[in-house]
């Protein structure tokens, strides 16, 4: 059966799964200048906008955050449109704000969040928003660290605790990344990782992404946020 039939125009471009987004100019020959926005520099193609995103995370762990995009002028340039240059799926968990960790301001990033980045009809057609109608070149899965999410589906999954309804719902979608191989935290840490691979799968095969093809426009990269370091990193 056909799902998500979300807004088709304009499709011309391809899901490339994260390869080659850090590997010199070769990864960002597709990258273009948008149109300055209130003297922002729009980015364009999935290679500069992961550079923009790694150098923001450097900035915001080595404590020299830049707050981009955050002046007078440009909330003013900004009540004409919108041009962010990433679509960040991230958990809820409230010490993962994306537009700080990748120290990015206001225009830069559509964010979409929920428990342990689950994907649902209404976050899949948030994301396919950003690509379709915004063309974003680059969707990023940002898992955490610790997620209490992943660590609730885990324990319910070994019986130690019962869920309330709406909760069981995020543990039932998790579940398939458990690795019943592993116990205790490397479980919880592996299942972290395998979920954000899952994740960001299923949306690099969704039909209405997947039929951005042969101009390599779209990158669907999966990373993790560490506590420990405050550094972002691609999940391979």
Known sequence: MRRRRLVRAGLSGIVVVGAGLMCGPSAV??????????????????????????????????????????????????????HPFAVILGCV????????????????????????????????????YGVLELAVPLIV????????????A????????????HIRYLADRIRPAIDHRLHGEARVDAAVTENVRRVRDSLAGEPDLAALAAKGRLAVVGARYEFNSQRVHRVP
């Open 141 to 152: 899965v940002l898992g955490h660290q610790g997620c209490g999410a992943v660590a609730a």
């Open 29 to 82: 020959s597709g990258a273009r200048a948008e149109p300055a926005v209130g003297g922002l520099s729009r980015l364009s193609g999935p290679g500069r906008a992961w550079r923009e995103l790694e150098v923001g995370n450097r900035r915001w762990q080595t404590f020299h955050e830049s707050f981009p995009d955050r002046a007078k002028s440009v909330r003013r340039a900004l009540v004409g449109g919108q």
């Open 93 to 128: 968990d409230s010490r993962v704000p994306p537009e700080l960790v990748f120290d990015q301001g206001l225009g830069d990033l559509l964010t979409v969040r929920s428990a342990g980045e689950v994907l649902d009809e209404a976050v899949l057609g948030s994301i396919a």
């Open 154 to 165: 885990v324990h319910a999954d070994a019986g130690d605790s019962q869920l309330p309804a």
